[in-house]
């Protein structure tokens, strides 16, 4: 059985930062790509940062470009997120996700629908 245990949240003032982490168990030995999803209140859940275990390629959304940055250990099946500035807009519910596969975010990469999801962890920026 994979399992996602994430950990990392909190609370934290506009201007801070936080780093979650996420490790995956249960995974056999393939490829796949890992990262972070984040849901607000009343809004839908939006792909934030995603990382390959095949070519190294990363995925950042535009609202987080130059103020996150994904890192990863694969051979602990472990994804770091680390989030600098954060603002008001940041607070959410933030998801590890994992996409089985020979994922790339080169050039322009479709949307992978992850295959497993972490139970979330909440990040509050207060102003």
């Known amino acids: 059985e994979v399992q996602l245990v994430e950990s990392g949240g909190g609370l934290v003032q506009a201007g801070g930062s936080l780093t979650l982490s996420c490790a995956a168990s249960?995974?056999?030995?393939?490829?796949?790509?890992m990262g972070w999803f984040r849901q607000a209140p009343g809004k839908e859940r939006e792909e934030v940062s995603l990382i390959s275990s095949y070519d190294g390629s990363t995925y950042y959304a535009d609202s987080v470009m130059g103020r996150f940055t994904i890192s990863s250990d694969t051979a602990k099946k472990t994804v770091y997120l680390q989030m600098n500035s954060l603002n008001p807009e940041d607070t959410a519910v933030y998801y590890c996700?994992?996409?089985?596969?020979?994922?790339?975010?080169?050039?322009?990469?479709?949307?992978?629908?992850?295959?497993?999801w972490g139970q979330g962890t909440q990040v509050t920026v207060s102003s």
């Open positions: 249960g995974f056999p030995n393939a490829d796949y790509a």
């Open positions: 996700a994992l996409i089985v596969g020979m994922i790339t975010y080169t050039g322009i990469p479709p949307h992978y629908e992850p295959d497993f």
